[in-house]
T-cell receptor, first 113, second 114 residues
Framework: AQSVTQPDIHITVSEGASLELRCNYSYGATPYLFWYVQSPGQGLQLLLKYFSGDTLVQGIKGFEAEFKRSQSSFNLRKPSVHWSDAAEYFCAVGASNTDKLIFGTGTRLQVFP | DAGVIQSPRHEVTEMGQEVTLRCKPISGHNSLFWYRQTMMRGLELLIYFNNNVPIDDSGMPEDRFSAKMPNASFSTLKIQPSEPRDSAVYFC????????????FGSGTRLTVV
């Protein structure tokens, strides 16, 4: 069965600094990978997804993620963080034979001005 | 499109009472998912439907929980009787053509059982 690990529970960055949120997955075949963002009191919003092809995927709000099969990772990046990016970020993995998504435990991002 | 609509947004109930959470998926989406979010356990998939048929309910915690999808535009999650440990945020999500486009989540129902 697939699983997801987000090693960082809480990350703090200064506004304008670069950001990288880590995600490691476990799945025997090529996974379907997603990043979602959750603002306080809101549902989850899809940032980007990877199914196949180019391993660097672009998403909304200036985010990108890179799939690295050798490291079983799908890290989320942003070159310059804005205060409005403060939220909780979830990585998720799906399999080709199921509709289920398995979510990581999330990383809470705090942005200082 | 109004997105996935959940009601109520907040629910406070007494232990032992029946609670019904409601979800209207996006029109045309054929998969619907119920998740529960808590600090301790994160996001847990409770049950999902495909074309109104329950496909996997292995995440439903116990017999006190039940879910239905009588038609393509409506689903309910019922807890009877409710217990304080059921307090959580319950999310409904829907998707088109499996998850190729990603799930669209509702805003959630915050349930407090006292």
């Amino acid at each position: 069965a697939q699983s997801v690990t987000q090693p960082d529970i809480h990350i703090t960055v200064s506004e304008g600094a670069s950001l990288e949120l880590r995600c490691n997955y476990s799945y025997g075949a090529t996974p379907y990978l997603f990043w979602y963002v959750q603002s306080p009191g809101q549902g989850l919003q899809l940032l980007l997804k990877y199914f196949s092809g180019d391993t660097l995927v672009q998403g909304i709000k200036g985010f990108e993620a890179e799939f690295k099969r050798s490291q079983s990772s799908f890290n989320l990046r942003k070159p310059s963080v804005h205060w409005s990016d403060a939220a909780e970020y979830f990585c998720a993995v799906g399999a080709s034979n199921t509709d289920k998504l398995i979510f990581g435990t999330g990383t809470r991002l705090q942005v200082f001005p | 499109d109004a997105g996935v609509i959940q009601s109520p947004r907040h629910e406070v109930t007494e232990m032992g009472q029946e609670v019904t959470l409601r979800c209207k998926p996006i029109s045309g989406h054929n998969s619907l998912f119920w998740y529960r979010q808590t600090m301790m356990r994160g996001l847990e998939l409770l049950i999902y439907f495909n074309n109104n048929v329950p496909i996997d309910d292995s995440g439903m915690p116990e017999d006190r929980f039940s879910a239905k999808m009588p038609n393509a535009s409506f689903s309910t999650l019922k807890i009877q009787p409710s217990e304080p440990r059921d307090s959580a945020v319950y999310f409904c999500a829907s998707s088109l053509a499996r998850f190729n486009y990603g799930y669209t989540f509702g805003s959630g129902t915050r349930l407090t059982v006292v």
